[in-house]
């Protein structure tokens, strides 16, 4: 599949995480374009370069696009088909030395240290709610840092794939609510709904909305 498509029927299977997220990946030589997601080059390119996590960075692409800007990338999934993959394609453009994979379920994980920016980039996932995982996101920022969450907006979902679980979809709005990102920890860059075309597995191309949230961490938590 060459699209860069987020639909998830196999989210709805039984198992640990790893184990559906394993086999997702298995079914299929690779799973997204390869390509950055396109909120990420918008929001990211002008940061000056840090300390970086992916956080459910599947294959590789957004954290490959930010060692190639300079950034000290930390991939984080809990797949190690994905890693394995993430890891060959880095090496393929010369990044395999500037990330470290991390085969970590959020579910368990606890960070160990803080990073300047903290991508989560459709990180929806039924095995945990939302807002659990995008708190270990927030919770990884350092003092000064930035927080950028990406998601299927559930109003503009992609036609293609089995979105049976609305709840795990959500707004930017909701996010700041919910995590809650709120002065005087947070500053809320950006929170809005963008619209973009996509081509699906079957070719056709379909509209659908990213959810974007990006916040600075003013304070220590
Ligand atoms: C839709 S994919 C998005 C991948 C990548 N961020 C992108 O935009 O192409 C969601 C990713 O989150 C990972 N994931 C889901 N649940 C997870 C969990 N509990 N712990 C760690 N990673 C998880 C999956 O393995 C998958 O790679």
């Known amino acids: 599949m060459t699209t860069h498509s987020h639909e998830h029927a196999a989210d709805q299977a039984p198992g640990t995480a790893a184990q559906v997220w394993d086999e997702k990946y298995s079914g299929r030589t690779r799973m997204w374009s390869g390509e950055p997601n396109p909120q990420l ?86 095995q945990m709610p939302w807002q659990q995982a995008l708190q270990l996101a927030a919770g990884a920022v350092r003092t000064g840092g930035t927080l950028l969450i990406v ?26 609510r919910e995590l809650p990102l709120e002065e005087p920890q947070w500053r809320v860059d950006v929170l809005d709904s963008r619209h973009r075309s996509m081509v699906g597995p079957d070719g056709g191309t379909a509209p659908l909305t990213d959810a974007v949230l990006r916040a600075t961490r003013l304070a220590a938590q």
């Open 41 to 126: 080059v918008a929001e990211a390119t002008d940061l000056p370069p840090g300390e970086a996590l992916d956080l459910g960075c599947g294959e590789g692409a957004d954290a490959i696009w930010l060692a190639a800007r300079g950034w000290a990338v930390t991939g984080l999934d809990v797949s190690a088909v994905a890693l394995e993959r993430a890891a060959a394609h880095a090496r393929d453009r010369g990044q395999g030395a500037t990330i470290t994979w991390v085969q970590q379920d959020l579910a368990t994980w606890v960070p160990d240290r803080l990073f300047d920016l903290v991508s989560a980039q459709f990180l929806h996932s039924t």
């Open 151 to 176: 998601g299927h907006h559930p109003d503009g979902l992609p036609p293609w794939g089995a979105h049976h679980t609305p709840e795990k979809f959500f707004t930017a709005e909701d996010i700041a």
